[in-house]
């Protein structure tokens, strides 16, 4: 067998058979394949692939290059490629606000594509053609350089500057896309008839994909009990809705950033807090130090004092008091401490309490300057019209318990797509004769990110027309209710969204406007950093890897804590009732930040907790005279599917919203609406399938809070009664800028 190897520098010649015996047949024991292939040093022709078997060699190669490229030399290629990728990286970091970032998202998405396939086709370049080795090392030393050069000029971690965030786009696409292409080169070189198997393997895929969509399609407008319904005169989302990110599997966007589950304390500590206040620490290690962090109060601090830039935080750790504990003598707690950390040798452990209980919960009288009781219309010239729902039975006359998970950037679709269990819970929930479930399939987020949403939840409006701006929970604190709210993020919303609304930042929010407030624990910089950037991807409330503290997920220590409010608020209740006393209502809140993250996977983790958290509501009975509300302010507004895709931009503008309402107050709402109201449908079944927004939860919870007595106005924009059919973004509220669901005769 003879073989003709090409010597460097040199040329191929062309096919040439080594026949026997002067005949035209090729002999079967002897095989020479040979192809031209210019020379590599000169003229950039490039090896495909080169195999060797035991019955034959082959040397494949590309067809010569159009011979008016030959001339430009492959620096000169490679020069232009990079200026191409650094320019449009370079456009691609262009910031300012969350306006000009939402306006401009496509163009931003289009340059950093530009840049990843200019560095692939260089990187092919560079591996697959040859060429002289000081001219591969001098480009792979000028992509070096670029990178670390763009990595200087902005790897900020917020949309004002967003350059950490364009890396780790352009990494989910570069990396990828670049490991498909040496697949396929390897794939080529070792299967004959590649091509043949690969064309066979991008139709059946292609067929596959098709029909996974179409189903993803389908599920996209489910729900919990129901389904989007395209109504004649309502409004729909805008564009092609495709959701291709569907096809990716759980886990394939952040696989690398390590496990999703926390790694458990190498100590077990068990530490319990009686009735008495005296803490009990047992550790599992008798011969380690035991010591006690006693976690600040932070209810009463002032604005000026909450600022969580590198400051909420540095002042919690500031003011933590570090006590030894001895099991000698009784370690007993303030009064006022809602949690404290135990630490045993390198391990921790939170613990946390209602305190002080109820029945040491002093009387709140609201201020009259802020009395949200006297101020409740917008127009201080006249009084609201009120309805008393008198006549009722004496349970509909009774104000309803409320509590309100908000899962910050959670869509309708990314809910049942990463939070399975909870949804197969949350449809057990609905149990006629006892509480009715619905959720919003329309409901629309009223601006970009959790500031307007939020705003218009809280305060029932966007750009706060009144000084010093209370939010909700006050207004039930100034109605008797007991009000308790949970931080998960380190942050106080009052502080962050409202605080520049107030005369003086002396002011403090949450002793005007809460009864329990718990956020200290999750300032601890084993969660949040007190160092550099607390809103990194890989540590923090925002990280992309999984959010654990001392052991546990973060939302875990807040369920805890969620868990013991409900324990003591049911159990003050059942007194009163036993007592035949009015019994004291509750509004309790908490954030989860989950959803919020460039990968969208890490919301998966709440999943178990959010389950076990809806059952033990379900199976308790307490929402017989409890309004529960799982809901989002709005849905994922970072990663590859919000910036490239419009399944993306719709699923942003549609949070999830689902309310459970007591069975009497859904037959109170369902009568008044079939006697005074306009139209005789459902208001459930109505508002289910119309254009909602976070002004209606805010009028709802105003009802809620007023419950028997509310105001008309409240009652008529709010989830209990039937709002407009064919509602526009503009009549809903939502400014054009951000109008994702349009009605289609006003196309």
Known sequence: MSYSHPSPGGSLPLFNRVNSNSSSRVSTSTLEVQLVSPDFSTQGSTDLCYEVSSKHRKVISRNKWPTRLYHIPKPAYIAGLLAIFATSYLLSLQGGNLVFINDHLGIIGAEIIVSVISLTIVTVMLYASRMRSNTRRGALLVIACLFAALYCYDHGERFEHHGFYNLLVFLAIFVPLNLAIALFYVLWCKIDNFLAYFAVFLVVGGI???????????????????????????????????????????????????????????????????????????????????????????????????????????????????????????????????????????????????????????????????????????????????????????????????????????????????????????????????????????????????????????????????????????????????????????????????????????????????????????????????????????????????????????????????????????????????????????????????????????????????????????????LNDTVLIVAADHGLHMGLNFAFLQNGRIEHQNPFFAMSVPEWLHEFSEKYQAEKGSERVSPFAANEQRLMTAFETHHTFRVLADWPEFEMDSWRHSLFAVQKAGRTCEEAGIGANFCMCKIPDAW
Request: aromatic share 12%.
């Open 208 to 622: 596959s994909a098709c029909a996974s969509l179409v189903h993803y399609r389908r599920v996209f407008d489910q729900g919990t009990l129901g389904a989007l319904q395209y109504n004649l005169g309502e409004c729909e989302w805008t564009g092609r809705n495709i959701p291709f990110v569907d096809l990716l599997p759980a886990g394939t966007q952040n696989f690398w950033a390590g496990s999703m589950y926390c790694r458990p304390e190498s100590q077990k500590i068990k530490a319990t807090v009686d009735d008495d206040g005296v803490l009990r620490v047992a550790c599992e290690s008798e011969d380690k130090d035991v010591f006690v962090d006693i976690l600040p109060e932070t209810r009463e601090w002032p604005l000026k004092d909450k600022d969580m830039w590198h400051k909420f935080n540095h002042l919690v750790l500031k003011r933590v008091v570090r006590l030894p504990y001895s099991s000698s003598r009784p370690f007993v707690l303030n009064e006022t401490t809602q949690a404290v950390v135990v630490r045993c040798g390198s391990s921790s452990a939170i613990v946390t309490r209602v305190s002080p209980p109820l029945a040491k919960l002093p009387v709140y009288v609201p201020p009259s300057d802020s009395d949200t009781r006297s101020s409740d219309s917008t127009n201080s010239t006249q009084r609201p019209a009120r309805f008393i729902a008198s006549g009722a039975p004496q349970m509909q006359l009774q104000r309803p318990n409320v509590i309100y998970l908000m899962l910050d950037a959670v869509s309708h679709r990314q809910f049942y797509r990463r939070l399975p269990k909870s949804a197969q819970v949350l449809k057990t929930i609905h149990r006629p004769g006892s509480q009715r479930l619905f959720e919003l399939y329309r409901y629309h987020s009223v601006g970009f990110s959790t500031d307007n949403n939020t705003k218009a939840a809280y305060l029932g409006e966007i750009y706060p027309s009144r000084p010093n701006p209370l939010p909700m929970w006050a207004y039930y604190r100034d109605r008797g209710y007991i009000t308790a709210r949970i931080e998960t993020g380190c942050e106080d919303w009052a502080n962050e969204y409202t605080g520049k609304g107030f005369d003086s930042l002396d002011y403090s929010v949450g002793s005007r406007s809460l009864d329990y407030e718990l956020s200290s624990p999750f300032c601890m910089p084993e969660f949040y950093p007190n160092v550099g950037n607390a809103f990194g991807n890989f540590k923090g409330p925002y990280a992309m890897t999984a959010r654990c503290l001392y052991g546990r997920y973060v939302h875990d220590w807040a369920f805890d804590y969620l868990y013991q409010l409900r324990s003591e608020f049911r159990e003050n209740r059942a007194k009163q009732l036993a007592s035949q006393k009015d019994p004291r209502p509750y509004m309790i809140t908490t954030t989860f930040l989950e959803g919020h993250e460039g990968t969208g996977e890490v919301l998966r983790t709440l999943d178990d907790s959010l389950a076990t958290f809806l059952e033990s509501m379900r199976d308790s009975g307490e």
